[in-house]
């Protein structure tokens, strides 16, 4: 029994049963009755795919991160998931494991899909080649990047002021007498560059001096943090304190300086950028940069939403992050 043996039965069309099945207001209550006498009669499930081919919308939602196992992600998935449940969608979560032919298959399989919307958590998912894919692919479906840009049609952003994040680390860094400020980038994406910006802008700001060992390239994780902290060494570079761009790269410099007998806050003083919960869980806890990824995840589910519903909306959304101040610094 499908829902054109339910229609052929009930006399209707097609069209009305559907109705029926979404709950629709515009059809009378007697051949509502009908159908629905039929419907428990046969005891139907409406197919989803069936059901969407009708509605012209399969309610479901593809998100793409790199990584679910990474806290930051999968806090985010989490509640863009959560929400759009509430609004009655299902979500497709994919993995890339950070690779471009990955991300460009996935965003290729939503297409097929008839997906209602997309969203990319990560600015990751900023590079020419997927860029292309997007165009090619799903030009036409709602996109929102969580913090990130794409200059493409129909992509709209949720974006956190990284630079600024890491700008007003130095600006407390300043304030508390150091002058021998070092940055620790390990990773290379949008949202990476955006903070490497801000650590030279706050530096200028305030007219310390940069040199070639002030901004220092790394891996991200705990080895990250270990081998900045042996390159700084090597470099024989000055510094009485080092911002990362991740917390848990941090936090492997604060294990390797607490190895050396070098103290923190009282010898290097560490910032972290993401507020994750390792920041609180580490000795001493981690000074460290919000990032608002509740905030950002919450919007990005309003913005996509509004999209779906083709309300009017602003391309982008700016979130400021803000310093949380514990013990590390």
Not at 61 to 78: C, E, W
Not at 110 to 115: K, M, V
Not at 155 to 177: A, Q, R
Not at 283 to 293: G, Q, R
């Amino acid at each position: 029994m499908n829902i054109y043996d339910i229609a052929k039965e009930a006399d209707v069309s097609i069209t009305t049963v559907s109705r029926v099945l979404n709950n629709k207001n515009n059809i009378s209550q007697k051949t509502k009755d009908k159908v629905e006498l039929i419907l428990k009669k046969y005891n139907y499930t409406p197919n989803a795919i069936a059901r969407g081919l009708v509605a012209k919308s399969m309610k479901s939602i593809g998100v793409l991160t790199t990584n679910i196992t990474d806290m930051h992600h999968s806090n985010s998935a989490y509640i863009i998931e959560q929400e759009f449940n509430k609004l009655g969608y299902s979500v497709i979560l994919c993995n890339t494991g950070d690779k471009t032919e990955e991300s460009i298959k996935y965003i290729k399989m939503l297409s097929e899909r008839n997906i209602d919307g997309i969203i990319l958590m990560g600015s990751v998912f900023n590079n020419d080649d997927i860029r292309s894919s997007i165009s090619s692919y799903i030009k036409n479906i709602p996109l929102v990047l969580q913090n990130g840009s794409l200059d493409i049609e129909n992509t709209y952003s949720v974006l956190v002021d990284d630079s600024y994040g890491i700008s007003i680390c130095v600006d407390h860094l300043f304030e508390k007498g150091h002058s021998e400020i070092v940055y620790v980038k390990d990773s290379d994406t949008y949202s990476a560059r955006q903070k490497k910006d801000g650590f030279i802008i706050g530096m200028n700001k305030h007219g310390l001096k940069i040199d070639d060992n002030s901004i220092i390239n790394v891996n991200y994780g705990l080895d990250g943090g270990k081998e900045a902290v042996e390159k700084l060494i090597k470099s024989n570079k000055k510094f009485t304190a080092i911002i990362f761009g991740e917390d848990l790269t941090a936090i492997g410099a604060m294990k390797h300086l607490r190895e050396l007998d070098i103290n923190v806050p009282k010898d290097v003083a560490i910032i972290g950028f993401n507020n994750s919960i390792l920041a609180k869980c580490c000795y001493p806890e981690l000074t460290s940069v919000d990032n608002k990824f509740e905030t950002t995840s919450y919007l990005s589910v309003k913005l996509l939403n509004d999209l779906i519903e083709k309300k009017n909306v602003t391309s982008n959304i700016l979130v400021r992050p803000e310093l949380v101040i514990r013990q590390s610094t």
